[in-house]
């Protein structure tokens, strides 16, 4: 439905294709106000989930708000990689999952009005509850290929800036893409999306991949962020899932020097 110019036209259109009666044309309210210009049709759409409620981080306000320094907070730190994209050119759609304890989220994220088109929903329980579900809420509102970011996931390190740009080129070639760091400890893998990633002819993929994995050994990685093309962004909510058959195996592994979960406070 996006970047389409609804007119009061197309409106009684959609109403005699489905049986409601109509008024004659000569009667129907002209409300030329209402037309705008089209939305820009976005070249990559992000979602954001910012519906989780952090009880594990264990402070009185959203995580993401976390103050990392004078005016900086986790969330600016997790969306740099995604402002990148922007200043390349790219004409960026932030789709933003919330909830109503999330309005403080949704206030600072007004400093980035210039910077993306922003699209808010909330979570839609009948998804769940979970990652799973506010993915699943904001797909309706994503076009082209997808990134997934997490608000308390920061990565890190000189070559982090232009690695997503680089995610988003390698799905044209594998469908699915991944920025990851290496990891071996087992209890940081049971956190985190758990991979194992392989070397050949010079490419990195992903061999495997879980959620959060009771037995980490063999996992030599996780993500921090994700990539799909627009026809295999359905299978989104699956990277996240449990029961379910994780589709990163074959993604392109692109590693940074680190990635931080800011779900859990720092000791």
């Known amino acids: 439905m996006w970047g389409r110019r609804f007119g009061v036209g197309w409106l009684w259109a959609v109403c005699a294709r489905r049986g409601v009666q109509v008024p004659p044309s000569s009667t129907r309210p002209e409300c030329h106000s209402m037309q705008s210009s089209p939305t ?11 519906a989780g409620h952090g009880t594990r981080f264990g402070s009185p306000y959203p995580k993401e708000l976390h103050c990392l320094a004078p ?4 969330l ?11 200043k390349s050119g790219l004409n960026v759609r932030l789709v933003v999952v919330f909830g109503t304890h999330k309005l403080g989220t949704v206030s600072y994220l007004a400093r980035y009005a210039d910077t993306f088109q922003m699209v808010f929903v909330y ?12 993915i699943r809420s904001a797909l309706p509102m994503t076009q082209g290929p997808v990134v997934l970011v997490l608000p308390d996931i920061v990565v890190s390190g000189v ?28 209890d940081t893998l049971r956190q985190m999306g758990a991979l ?24 030599n990685a996780f993500w921090g962020m994700v990539a799909v093309t ?11 899932g449990t029961g379910t058959t994780n589709p990163l195996a074959g993604a392109v592994a692109l590693m940074v020097e680190g990635i931080v979960n800011y779900n859990t406070p720092a000791c």
Not at 40 to 50: G, Q
Not at 71 to 74: A, E, F, K, R, S
Not at 230 to 240: G, Q, T, Y
Request: hydrophobic share 40%; proline share 8%; charged share 25%.
């Open 40 to 50: 820009p049709v976005p070249d990559v759409s992000v979602i954001l989930p910012c």
């Open 196 to 219: 194992v990633v392989t070397e050949a002819e010079g490419v990195l993929t992903v061999g495997a991949a879980t959620d959060k994995p009771t037995d980490p050994s063999g996992f």
């Open 76 to 86: 600016d730190r997790s969306l740099e990689a995604v402002v990148e994209l922007a």
């Open 230 to 240: 627009e026809s295999e962004a359905h299978k989104l909510p699956d990277v996240v």
């Open 123 to 134: 979570q839609d329980e009948s998804f769940g509850p979970g990652l799973d579900g506010a």
């Open 159 to 186: 070559d982090t800036p232009g690695r997503l740009l680089d995610a988003l080129r390698q799905v044209d070639v594998a469908g699915w893409s991944v920025v990851a760091a290496e990891e071996r400890d087992h």
């Open 71 to 74: 005016g900086v907070t986790v």
